[in-house]
């Protein structure tokens, strides 16, 4: 309900990415410009977009952060039930703890692909959970099945969000090797059914997006990885408009891609060996030191004024956006310190989500970041480790208060 509201009295205009495909699904060949350049959210807007068909809503900024408030939610219902089936003690903590979460995450009338990619990265961990504890060869080959759906569809929203899949092969491979038993024909029937719903998901949406009529997407029009590279190279690791200004007039991938390789080369140079560590460690403190998640960091975010005591709160040009910022920034440190305290959480599920949340950092560190907003995208794995650890840190907690407690008494005899 509290949400609801939150939505009610905050919706607005956003701006970057987030505008260019509102006016698109409004004033269609606006910005096809646009998705020629970014391709990657040509999923997002198709979603987007069928969903107004079907429905018959229109694609106001209202109906869009509905959806991406039922988004958010749904991941974190996801994350309780995976939680539930590793531990049920620690099902009330996880709905508790993201509740206090959800209370300050405004991020919900920012409809993009940070929260709308947020159940299909909860249902990898679901759909993982049930391969693992089914013992049934049938339903093994149904959850690997719909994992390699989720995959495709994750990819498809946004391609660094399917980080957790690489990190379930890592430790199933690990565990594999060190049971002897890597190769099965069982295990490769269902490694072939995931796989077979994974390339055939993005085989039918390929085929659709060439045929679709919502958008004209041109050949060779997209950025190449090495741009994003590159971006995040110089500055803060961010987005660097130079770099997009000099890739955009050129006349197809190869050409950016040289480009954008050539810069990394001299950039490199330039950094040299200790000068590029020293970049990471600066960059790392961008990617994942704001509480907000990058709360207004982004060009043209919310520009209107605050007209009632939520936009004051959640509004960047609001009188207490200070106190959401210091709010934000209370409850990241203090679930990170959770997490942290926690380690005596050790299964094969918990390597899963340390690789994942690693996986993610290091992704960051390498391609284009600079700011907290791309860790949104990983939110699932923080929750499930926080909500699966947070006794045991709270028994550590405890431990370190007593022996503290002994010590001062000593001290005071």
């Known amino acids: 309900m509290y949400q609801i509201v939150l939505v009610l009295k905050t ?26 350049l970014n391709p990657n959210n040509l999923f997002i807007f198709l979603v987007e977009k069928n969903l107004s068909v079907l429905t018959g809503l229109k694609p106001t900024w209202l109906n869009l952060d509905f959806f991406s408030l039922f988004c958010t939610d749904l991941s974190m219902v996801i994350n309780f039930f995976t939680i539930r089936k590793w531990d049920k003690r620690a099902a009330f903590s996880s709905i508790f703890l993201q509740g206090i979460f959800l209370i300050f995450f405004p991020m919900i009338i920012v409809p993009y692909t940070d929260t709308l990619v947020l159940p299909l990265v909860s249902f990898m961990f679901y759909f993982y959970t049930l391969l693992k504890k089914n013992n049934s060869y049938f339903k093994k080959i149904l959850f690997s099945s719909l994992l390699g759906l989720d995959l495709a569809l994750t990819y498809l929203m946004k391609p660094s969000a399917i980080i957790p899949i690489v990190a379930v092969v890592i430790v199933e491979v690990f565990i594999s090797y060190k049971g002897k038993s890597f190769i099965s024909l069982k295990k490769i029937i269902i490694m072939f059914c995931f796989l077979s719903f994974s390339i055939a998901t993005i085989s039918i949406f390929n085929v659709y997006k060439n045929e679709q009529s919502f958008v004209t997407i041109k050949k060779d029009g997209s950025e190449p990885v090495a741009h994003f590279i590159a971006m995040g190279m110089v500055n803060g690791g961010g987005y660097y408009g130079p770099d997009v200004e000099a890739t955009a007039n050129m006349k197809n991938v190869k050409a950016r891609s040289v480009y954008s390789q ?40 919310i520009v209107a004024r605050p007209l009632n005591k939520l936009q004051e709160f959640f509004f960047l040009n609001g009188n207490r956006v200070n106190d959401y910022f210091w709010t934000a920034q209370f409850i990241w440190l203090l679930f990170i310190l959770f997490i942290l305290f926690g380690n005596d959480f050790v299964t094969d599920f918990s390597y899963v989500l340390r690789l994942s949340i690693l996986g993610g950092l290091f992704f960051l560190l390498i391609f284009e970041g600079g700011r907290s907003r791309y860790l949104i995208q990983f939110l699932p794995a923080f929750f499930l480790m926080l909500s699966l650890s947070f006794r045991f840190s709270i028994r550590k907690i405890k431990d370190i208060i007593l022996v503290y407690r002994k010590r001062l008494k000593i001290s005071r005899n």
């Open 262 to 301: 050539r810069l990394i080369k001299e950039r490199l140079k330039s950094f040299g060996v200790a000068g590029y560590l020293k970049f990471l460690v600066y960059k790392n403190y961008n990617n994942t030191a704001n509480g907000s998640f990058g709360w207004g960091e982004e060009g043209n975010f």
């Open 11 to 36: 919706h607005t205009t956003i701006g970057f990415d987030v505008q260019a495909i509102y006016s698109e699904l409004n004033h269609p060949g606006s910005e096809s410009a646009y998705f020629n």
